[in-house]
């Protein structure tokens, strides 16, 4: 049986939970919520919630893994079986691979790998409650585990996905919108060093409306970049009388 599209946007630009268009998820981030990885971050947009965890640099756990001149970042991007409503089998999907590795691609341009040389950086995130944004969620906690483990980072990488529904933009897409909508685009960068570091596009936009996508994402971007600092800030900023 076909099951009806709800209209998920009203005629006034009103979201199905209230929020406008260009309003994000009520936002939480912590850091340094595991007392046993070098770093930790907790991240949460509406009901989606994912934590990050880091650990080294240390000696790669397999040798063949060294490299020479720089540390090795390994990436993994996991779903609990009760972050979805149907218990998820806990063995990595192929759409977890893909996530882990495109992780790691937005990651490596801010990490000082350089100054590591012949170890390994070793970043999981566990998405404990999924309802959309779990990529971009997962890698604003991974860049702020980095920075609470303490690994020399050019930036933070901030991210948020923009998508299409009933014919609007819209920032920072849940899942009922992305299972209902006509394009899903997670973006992330490293705003200050003006990089884009993850850019995907599941669905249809034209031209105009992914120069427009790509705007209300970099708006999206700065907004969520603005809370890691202050999350960092709040932890690590010691005042000197
Ligand atoms: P993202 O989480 O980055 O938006 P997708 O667009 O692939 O990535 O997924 C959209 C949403 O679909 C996820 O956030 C999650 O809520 C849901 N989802 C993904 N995989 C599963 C799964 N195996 N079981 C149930 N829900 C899932």
Do not use: W
């Not at 790669?60 to 540390?71: G, I």
């Amino acid at each position: 049986m076909k099951r009806e599209k709800p209209k998920l946007v009203s005629e006034d630009g009103v979201r199905h939970d209230g929020r406008r268009l260009d309003e994000l998820r009520p936002v939480k981030m912590e850091v340094g919520v595991l007392s046993n990885a070098s770093g930790s971050a907790y991240v949460e947009f509406g009901k989606t919630r994912v934590i990050a965890a880091v650990y080294g640099p240390r000696e790669p756990p397999q040798r063949y893994m060294v490299l020479p001149h720089r540390a090795v970042l390994r990436c993994r991007y996991h779903m609990a079986p009760f972050s979805t409503d149907e218990r998820k089998n806990p063995a990595p999907s192929r759409r977890e691979i893909e996530i882990s590795k495109v992780i790691r691609e937005a990651l490596e341009p801010v990490v000082m790998s350089e100054a590591f040389p012949r170890t390994s950086i070793d970043v999981f995130i566990e998405v404990i409650s999924a309802d959309g944004g779990t990529r971009t969620a997962a890698l604003n906690a991974a860049s702020l585990a980095l920075a609470d483990a303490g690994v020399p980072m050019r930036d933070l990488v901030a991210a948020v996905a923009v998508g299409k529904v009933d014919g609007y933009l819209v920032l920072d897409i849940d899942q009922v919108e992305d299972n209902y909508g006509e394009a899903d685009m997670p973006v992330a960068m490293a705003p200050s060093l003006n990089m884009v570091t993850l850019l995907q596009l599941n669905g249809v936009l034209s031209p105009q409306e992914f120069s427009q996508a790509l705007n209300l994402a970099l708006k999206g971007v700065n907004e969520v970049y603005k809370l890691q600092k202050e999350t960092l800030r709040n932890k690590y900023l010691v005042r000197v009388e």
